[in-house]
């Protein structure tokens, strides 16, 4: 079906926020069926594996869009900022902001500012963590919800 799509459209295709290694994205990117690469360092293995996952899909031009969203800790955001700083194919990070809670546990360097985020100067990702404060919101389950197709069958949302 994404081969039918890339053939009758010149949109922009961005994809890979739930893929977690560089063979998730392999065959999307070897016959170049996206543009961008959406995968975030906290889902694919970190700076190191999402880093190989970009050199491959520099070899076909397709550029860095890695998924930022507030879901996940401001570390995964630095991690990605300083990441793109350092990868030519890079092209544009995802960025939601974090409710005003996050900032009681997680302090970070990085700020937007003129429709830029700047990873600031602090040493390494420019993250601290708080324990004490995190301490404060205990850990509780939560799962994401299920997508169903009208006749009552499971998909992937």
Known sequence: MLRTLR?????????????????????????RLIDYIRTAVVHAGGI???????????????????????????????ASLHLGLATSNFAIQEYMGYDPLVSEVFQSSFRFEDGYLHPGDEPGLGVQVDEAAAARFPYTQAFLPIARELDGSMKDW
């Open 7 to 31: 053939q009758q459209t010149t949109i922009p295709l961005a994809i890979g926020e739930v893929f977690n290694t560089v063979w998730d994205a392999e065959l999307l990117i070897t016959e």
């Open 48 to 78: 190191s594996h999402v880093r190989k996952i970009l050199a491959l899909a520099e070899v076909y031009q397709i550029k860095g869009a890695p998924h930022g969203p507030s879901d996940v800790s401001p570390i995964n955001l630095s």
